[in-house]
């Protein structure tokens, strides 16, 4: 692949920092591409036929790609891997071919800067087909366990995987561990955010995402053009991304069961507000369904669980009652900035915990009813999703602003 200046990605996201804009936690820089089955090598291996394409950009942490039009035949199997086998990503097969509905898929991020894709398929009078529309460059390390940090740039800026020092492991406190099982990790082309499987009023399990705006505003013009929409269509969400222990280690994001293919539904830039329907229902007895609340009730002592910077489920507190936010505020932009009406946004100080990159979306729970003491889960509603605020660890100044649920 090309070369590209690192270094203004750097100062860019510094900026932005500096600014505090709301935005996915970046990892990686995407090379629009056309590459279609005649770019790769058909292979006939016994009863088998395999198609391969390999691709390298030098000096990347790791690969991932988009799928447009993917249409393989019964008994096809799609793989990821990289050049030493370390990792890999698949099968995916006929069940994520694509429809009129879901025409883009995603593949995880593959370790390495040479990373291999595979079909390998039964022989039959006709082969699978697929353009490959994204490559994207890796340039934060996401395997640290596997990969030296040969570059230390990406890790000398907020939005580079590590993370601040006060952030509280949500395996330290059970007494939210329905609501975790809740809260998504959501892999978008180049970036990460995080959202919240949400039940409906009919109670019918259809998997609905909130999540932020901005995790798909990529030009950040404030509104979501076709071309936007339709990469929603490539996002990935996992479910249950924690420690096994507190303050353990967790298993990787990779190695857990990936959902495939967002649907766009319906978008309101004033609250920063996204909502996403996964392609595949949910039956995994340990993923939740979240209730919410629109009343707009006031709530008291609000918690936020979130994945900083694409680490393991994390979770904040508020000792307050959530007000909405009674100032506008400014959203910079490319070209011009826009500005945030009042009384559409709660402002949460964290007593406990904090925010940052790749929290975007996430949900806030409020207490429902009169003030509760810290433990009953059930009590919690999602009343609200991040758009962005101040990162630090208190006594510093550590606040959110999320979206009013009940106002989007």
């Not at 039940?199 to 019918?204: H, I, K, V, Y």
């Not at 999602?382 to 962005?388: A, H, K, N, P, R």
Request: aromatic residues 12%.
């Amino acid at each position: 692949m090309p070369t590209f200046n690192l270094d203004s990605i750097i100062q860019e996201e510094r900026e932005l920092d500096e600014q505090g804009v709301g935005r996915p936690f970046r990892f990686g820089y995407v090379f629009d591409v056309d590459y279609v089955m005649e770019h790769g090598r058909w292979q006939e291996a016994l009863d088998k036929n395999i198609w391969t394409i390999r691709f390298k950009s030098n000096g990347a942490y790791n690969l991932n790609f988009e799928f447009t039009d993917l249409q393989l035949i019964n008994q096809a199997e799609l793989y990821v891997y990289n050049s030493v086998g370390t990792v890999v990503d698949g099968p995916i097969t006929s069940k994520d071919n694509a429809t009129d509905r879901f025409r883009h898929i995603g593949s995880y991020l593959v370790a390495g800067e040479e990373v291999i894709i595979q079909i390998i398929e039964p022989k039959a009078s006709n082969h699978s087909a697929m353009k490959i529309t994204k490559v994207v460059h890796g340039f934060v390390n996401h395997y640290k366990d596997i990969l030296p940090n040969n570059d230390k740039k990406s890790d000398n800026f907020q939005s580079g995987g590590v993370i601040l020092g006060c952030h509280n492991d949500v395996m330290c406190h059970p007494a939210f561990e329905n609501l975790s099982r809740g809260v998504a990790y959501i892999l978008t082309s180049t970036g990460q955010c995080s959202g919240a499987l949400l039940n409906n009023t009919m109670g019918t399990n259809r998997p609905y995402i909130l999540s932020a705006f901005h995790c798909a505003d990529s030009d950040r013009n404030g509104v979501l053009s076709s071309t936007e929409k339709a990469a929603t269509e490539s996002w990935s969400c996992v479910f249950n991304y924690k420690t096994n222990s507190c303050n353990g280690t967790a298993t990787p994001y990779y190695s857990l069961q990936r959902y495939n293919n967002t649907h766009f539904r319906a978008t309101w830039q004033p609250t920063d507000f996204l909502l996403l329907e996964l392609k595949e229902s949910i039956k995994d007895p340990n993923v939740r369904f979240l209730g919410w609340d629109i009343t707009g009730h006031y709530h008291y002592k609000p918690i936020g669980i979130h994945h900083p910077n694409g680490n393991p489920m994390k979770i904040s507190f508020d000792n307050h009652l959530a007000l909405p936010y009674s100032s506008s505020f400014t959203y910079p932009r490319p070209n011009n900035n826009a500005v945030f009406p009042a009384n559409l946004f709660y402002k949460i100080g964290y007593d406990n915990g904090t925010m940052e990159g790749g929290s975007s979306g996430s949900p806030l729970f409020g207490a429902w009813g009169s003030d509760p003491a810290y433990g009953n889960d059930m009590e919690y509603r999602v009343i609200g999703q991040l758009y962005g605020g101040e990162s630090a660890c208190p006594p510093a100044t550590t606040y959110g602003l999320y979206g009013i649920f009940a106002k989007s």
